[in-house]
């Protein structure tokens, strides 16, 4: 089973700046990486899918980049909207996640 | 609109058995990937088990953790996913998530309590 490693656990971040978020996998996922957000009480969401694209109504403020077994997720500019838990995701292989990065405000 | 709709949650003791179901709309479910997804208190997230499509074999794959134990199941005349757990051990508490492949779509979740 591919393992996923997210850092760090908690992120934070005051609100306007910028949090970058890193994902580690056990071997090489190639591009099958996406990232989810979740907030308290909900279903996770999908932002980003093929480690660089946009989920439908997804804003451009979130990024992902990477590739292999690196990967990041970049938020440019924290709204209040964004604090929430964030999951790394890889499908390359089965389907596993991360332990998830909690960004909260500082 | 896509619409997953989670029922049979409930509490059950260890050794017991329950089954979950995700009544789906708003899509084509027989070309439908579906699966089932699990998030246990406080932690992360786990993929259980899997049903892909007619279009894509109609392939089963089921999570180590639960293999053995657990059956995915689909009704295409109804557009209903089922997950039948066998042997239930306290670990598999959380809240079940029925999860449509594309587009990635999850229910609101079913809990699942296992304890005596």
């Known amino acids: 089973e591919i393992v996923v490693t997210q850092s760090p656990a908690t992120l934070s971040v005051s609100p306007g700046e910028r949090a970058t978020l890193a994902c580690r996998t056990s071997q090489s996922v190639g591009s099958d990486l996406a990232w989810y957000q979740q907030k308290p009480g909900q279903a996770p969401r999908l932002l980003i899918y093929q480690t660089s694209t946009r989920a439908t109504d997804i804003p451009a403020r979130f990024s992902g980049s990477g590739s292999g077994t690196d990967f990041t997720l970049t938020i440019s500019s924290l709204q209040s909207e964004d604090f929430a838990v964030y999951y790394c995701h890889q499908y390359n292989n089965w389907r596993t996640f991360g332990q998830g990065t909690k960004v909260e405000i500082k | 609109e896509v619409q997953l709709v989670e029922s049979g949650g409930g509490l059950v003791k260890p050794g017991g058995s329950l089954r979950v179901s995700c009544a789906a709309s708003g899509f084509s479910f027989i070309d439908a990937h579906m699966s089932w997804i699990r998030q246990a208190p406080g932690k992360g997230l786990e993929w259980v088990a899997r049903?892909?499509?007619?279009?894509?074999?109609?392939?089963?794959d089921y999570a180590a953790s639960v293999k053995g134990r657990f059956t995915i199941s689909r009704d295409d005349s109804k557009n209903m996913l089922s997950l039948q757990m066998n042997s239930l051990q306290t670990e598999d508490t959380a809240v079940y998530y029925c999860h449509l492949q594309m587009p990635d779509s999850w229910g609101q979740g079913t809990q699942v309590t296992v304890s005596s």
């Open positions: 049903f892909k499509s007619n279009n894509e074999g109609g392939v089963i």
